[in-house]
């Protein structure tokens, strides 16, 4: 190697070693303004806690006051069923009176035409329970008072099973109990009770009864789905299951249109040419001059 490049090279080390190197130290408060943006991105992301029932309570008598200064009887009765659900959704089972209805709801300042006719009404309502010796209210479920808890749904739902009456609705359900999903997701792990998704999208909750898990053999099985009943309308099978002395089961009915039954087309009117050539030449008469 040439002697004047390996001085060279000498030269080079020995004047980077001589320039001093600063290290750029990390600035604290730009970390921890980092660290406190990030905290705030991730707040953001979580999902809102469910709102306490105060602020429930406060939407309610909102309403029950915007229709008492609208003077629209209909709102300010549905803001007290909504406010006797509440109380019964919080397991408060203590019946109230008229008067202490009013002033909860800050509505001691209802007109007397209004008032009279607002008790007369919760008296005749199908969702309040009216005690006539104390002339009190209480809410009402459909399903009534023999439901509070997830145990007392499912000795109801093994009632219905055993009188062949069906299941119960996830409306009334939720109407019944306070924590009602949380109630049926148990039921449903322990596989006492199975959901089922009606038509109109309504879910409705059945008992499950062990004794009816079978096993059935697989040549069973293969007969069962080899008999067809594509051919056969809706009524044909219920006047079959009616001839043998079995019922269909019973519900909300959807309109069924009768079979070949089809919708008569409907008429186009096409464009043509009005002519008289359907007139006799004898009705026609010449008025021309010369005539």
């Not at 980077?16 to 990390?26: D, G, H, N, Y």
């Not at 709102?51 to 229709?67: C, H, M, R, S, Y």
């Not at 089922?196 to 499950?208: G, L, P, S």
Request: proline share 5%; glycine share 4%; with cysteine.
């Amino acid at each position: 190697m040439d002697p004047a490049l390996i001085r060279e090279r000498e030269a080079f080390k020995k004047h980077a070693l001589a320039i001093p190197v600063i290290e750029k130290r990390s600035d604290s408060k730009s970390s921890s303004a980092k660290v406190s943006k990030s905290k705030k991105k991730k707040s953001k992301l979580q999902k809102p806690k469910p709102q306490p029932l105060v602020e429930d309570v406060a939407e309610i008598k909102k309403a029950a006051n915007l229709g008492r200064r609208a003077n629209n009887p209909y709102r300010v009765l549905k803001s007290v069923v909504d406010m006797l659900r509440q109380r019964y959704m919080t397991k408060n089972y203590e019946p109230m009176s008229a008067e202490e209805i009013l002033t909860l709801l800050d509505l001691t300042e209802l007109v007397t035409e209004t008032r009279l006719w607002l008790i007369q009404a919760l008296r005749e309502n199908a969702k309040i329970h009216h005690y006539p010796e104390t002339d009190k209210f209480l809410f009402k479920p459909t399903l009534g008072y023999s439901v509070k808890n997830r145990h007392q749904l499912l000795h109801k739902l093994k009632e219905l099973d055993k009188d062949g009456l069906g299941g119960v609705s996830m409306t009334d359900i939720r109407e019944a109990l306070p924590n009602a999903e949380k109630s049926l997701k148990k039921l449903e792990e322990s596989k006492d009770v199975m959901k089922i998704t009606r038509y109109d999208k309504e879910e409705i909750v059945f008992y499950c009864n062990k004794e009816y898990e079978l096993e059935v053999d697989e040549e069973f099985k293969a007969l069962w789905r080899a008999v067809g009943v594509d051919h056969l309308s809706e009524g044909d099978v219920e006047k079959y299951l009616q001839n043998v002395g079995l019922s269909a089961m019973q519900g909300e009915e959807r309109k069924r249109k009768a079979p070949g039954q089809k919708k008569p087309p409907k008429k186009k009117h096409r464009p043509h040419k009005i002519l008289n050539t359907h007139l006799d030449n004898d009705l026609l008469k010449d008025y021309s001059e010369g005539t």
